[in-house]
């Protein structure tokens, strides 16, 4: 087991990464408030793990509380959110009793949104089953739900006590999930990273290949790197956190526009950060080849990497609700090299719609 620090003062926790870890209800519990749990997950998850992760924790004397919902980002709404609360306060939860997320991104936000709010606030662990929420959404602390208009636009920054990444999890994970995961991990080799780049380039088949101790390496370098940014700047003021959103103003837009779970996070990010790679190379920022290195790799990750045509028109008026706008103006993260990222507002209206027109031209 690899152990990784986040460093937030009174609020800092581990994330602990190794196979197997959901059977160990010694360190399911360790950081558990009171002798019960709620445990949170969705139809898919519940039928491979919930048994596992209940008989561990009641092994270690936790009474469980099962909530199952619905599995899709289509979700993620105030009514699946509504369900949660409604469960919680049936069986009579209280301000110590903490949440248990077991499951994906989805799960792990909306568990997390309702451990921020419930009763003001009640502790909650992240126990993250898929890749992309191994080295992404379950450690920093952003929970939200989705809105209509927008993805993740209603939640709270709340950390949790502890992530417990179960890489054996991986093993049950569809290829098409793996690849989403891939492109949150190529991702901190572009925006901080540039040695994991290039180790990227060179391991990317065995990590497709779902190579145990590739997949251990990148998972634990990315918790490295998120973990260090989140130290840095935890709500996103200084502008160091916002870096990790390469890609998402574009990806968010295609998964609202095209409408939630059409695409996954993952998919919609990888071809959003092609479309981010081309406007810093419009700007003058990068070249043509670090273009073409970050599609490449993409690419050999199984991931797309080319926008759907939702029409320039959409594209900005759905990027207009990125929650990256200040002052009325959007702001973008871009590439001025392999490793290197910057957050800018100057860029023109005209320069955003020719690279958005040109990228779908692509499709």
Sequence with gaps: MHT?????ADRSYPIYIGAGLLARGGLLAHDLPQNRAALITDTTVAPLYLDTVASAL???????????VPA??????????????????????????????????????????????????????????????????SVGGKTAINHPHGKNMIGAFYQPLAVIADTATLN?????????????????????????????????????????GALAYAISRSCENKAEVVAADEREESGTRALLNLGHTFGHAIETGLGYGTWLHGEAVAAGTVVAARLSQHLGLIGAPEVARVAALLERA??????????????????????????????????????????????????????????????
């Design 172 to 212: 049950t994970l569809p290829d098409r999930e793996l690849s989403a995961g891939l492109a949150e991990v190529i991702k901190y080799g572009l925006i901080r990273d540039p040695a994991f780049f290039a180790w990227l380039e060179s391991n990317i088949d065995a990590l497709i290949g779902r190579d145990p």
């Design 4 to 8: 990784v620090q986040v460093a937030l």
């Design 72 to 137: 899709g980002e289509q979700h993620k709404d105030w009514h699946t959110l509504n369900a949660v609360f409604d469960a919680l306060l049936a069986n009579h939860c209280e301000r110590k009793t903490a949440l248990v997320a077991l499951g994906g991104g989805v799960i792990g936000d909306l568990a997390g949104f309702a451990a921020a709010t419930y009763l003001r606030g009640v502790p909650f662990i992240q126990l993250p089953t898929t890749l992309l929420a191994q080295v992404d959404s």
């Design 58 to 68: 009641g092994a270690a004397g936790v009474s469980v509380t099962p909530v199952v």
């Design 302 to 363: 199984r991931l797309p990497v080319n926008a759907p045509d939702l029409g320039v028109e959409r594209y900005l008026q759905l990027m207009g609700m990125d929650k990256k706008v200040e002052g009325g103006r959007m702001r973008f993260i871009l590439l001025r090299g392999i490793g290197s990222a910057l957050l800018t507002a100057e860029v023109s209206l005209d320069a955003l719609a020719a690279v958005l027109a040109a990228s779908v031209a692509h499709a």
